[in-house]
């Protein structure tokens, strides 16, 4: 990595649409030059940009790697040449396009730092899942959890980290050697699974893929499961919800952010921000100098917890698509 020295962190977030619902509902003045760039905002003195490549979810999956590989490394070169940013975080799909961000490092003509910004979300997605429990006054120790993309970026730590707090453990996903590899690093009482079908044995499910699209449906969830949706697009989608007033769906990667700061996305709710971005800004505003790419390292995921308590990014309430969670 050839990085030079750094004496000021100036991030950028490099995301995508989600849909075309989404691409309408970004301000015209965001689209520049085929890519997504908002005005610069400051948060304690540090400045950033969202920023984005102009693919939707599906397109993200559908087009050719190399092409969108190569939008994104446009896309950061372009920041950091024009803009002075030195800190990129990986948004969405971006990541898992990227190795994990692992290949952007590795481009020579990008000089700064990486972050996919999961090791916070992970954090985050474990709260959310401990305050769901207890919203419900059950304990974990007589649960049974699902992960599903248990061996993906976020899901690989979330299995570690959650499956000796509960009774049984489903880890999920579409690899079987993948899931072989993840079985030797995880403790507790787990099966390993490339059929949706068992999801349905859980009360507690947490999701975290890549699939473009709304991957879980009716016929997967037993009655009154606990979902904790970290994916975008959401695994779960709306209108399953209301099919299905019985499953309690909670937002997984949301974390309370000052409104002050006036960071606009489409769909998020005010007073909130993924909590991908928040590590980003939280690592910029340390000024520490470094990529997290690949798998996640527990202690910068306790680095990370720390950064927030610093800072007041906390999850501080339940929240399904936003809104207030509450029981139907």
């Known amino acids: 990595m050839n990085v030079g020295v750094i004496q000021i962190m100036k991030f950028a977030i490099i995301g995508h649409l989600?849909?075309?619902?989404?691409?309408?509902?970004?301000?015209?003045?965001?689209?520049?030059?085929?890519m997504?760039?908002?005005?610069?905002?400051?948060?304690?003195?540090?400045?950033?940009?969202?920023?984005?490549?102009?693919?939707?979810?599906?397109?993200?999956?559908?087009?050719?790697?190399?092409?969108?590989?190569?939008?994104?490394?446009?896309?950061?070169?372009?920041?950091?040449?024009?803009?002075?940013?030195?800190?990129?975080q990986l948004g969405g799909l971006t990541t898992s396009v990227t190795h994990g961000g692992t290949w952007l490092v590795k481009q020579e003509k990008y000089a700064g730092f990486v972050n996919h910004g999961d090791s916070y979300t992970v954090s985050v997605t474990c709260e959310a899942v401990k305050k769901s429990i207890e919203y419900f006054k059950m304990n974990s120790s007589n649960l049974t959890l699902a992960i599903v993309g248990a061996y993906g970026i976020i899901g690989e730590a979330v299995s570690k980290i959650l499956t000796p707090q509960f009774s049984k453990t489903y880890l999920v996903g579409r690899r079987e050697k993948k899931l072989q590899t993840l079985a030797k690093n995880i403790h507790g009482n787990f099966t390993i699974s490339t059929n949706l079908a068992v999801i349905k044995k859980a009360d507690v499910v947490v999701t975290a893929t890549n699939h473009p699209s709304a991957l879980l449906?009716?016929?997967?969830?037993?009655?009154?499961?606990?979902?904790?949706?970290?994916?975008?697009?959401?695994?779960?989608?709306?209108?399953?919800?209301?099919q299905r007033p019985d499953v309690?769906?909670?937002?997984?990667?949301?974390?309370?952010?000052?409104?002050?700061?006036?960071?606009?996305?489409?769909?998020?709710?005010?007073?909130?921000?993924?909590?991908?971005?928040?590590?980003?800004?939280?690592q910029a505003l340390e000024n520490e100098h470094g990529n997290h790419v690949g798998s996640i390292e527990m202690d910068h995921i306790k680095k990370t917890e720390k950064w927030a308590k610093k800072y007041g990014f906390t999850l501080n309430e339940l929240t399904n698509f936003g809104k207030i969670f509450s029981i139907k």
């Open 18 to 34: 989600i849909n075309e619902r989404h691409k309408k509902l970004m301000p015209k003045e965001y689209f520049h030059h085929n």
């Open 36 to 88: 997504i760039l908002s005005p610069e905002f400051d948060i304690q003195g540090t400045k950033g940009y969202i920023t984005g490549i102009t693919l939707t979810a599906k397109q993200m999956m559908n087009f050719d790697l190399h092409e969108v590989r190569k939008k994104i490394l446009k896309n950061a070169l372009f920041l950091q040449n024009n803009y002075h940013v030195n800190l990129i």
């Open 217 to 242: 449906h009716s016929h997967h969830l037993r009655q009154h499961a606990i979902v904790i949706d970290v994916s975008q697009p959401p695994n779960l989608s709306s209108k399953l919800c209301k």
């Open 248 to 282: 309690n769906r909670i937002d997984g990667g949301y974390v309370d952010f000052p409104e002050e700061y006036k960071v606009f996305l489409p769909g998020i709710p005010h007073g909130k921000l993924y909590a991908c971005i928040v590590e980003v800004i939280m």
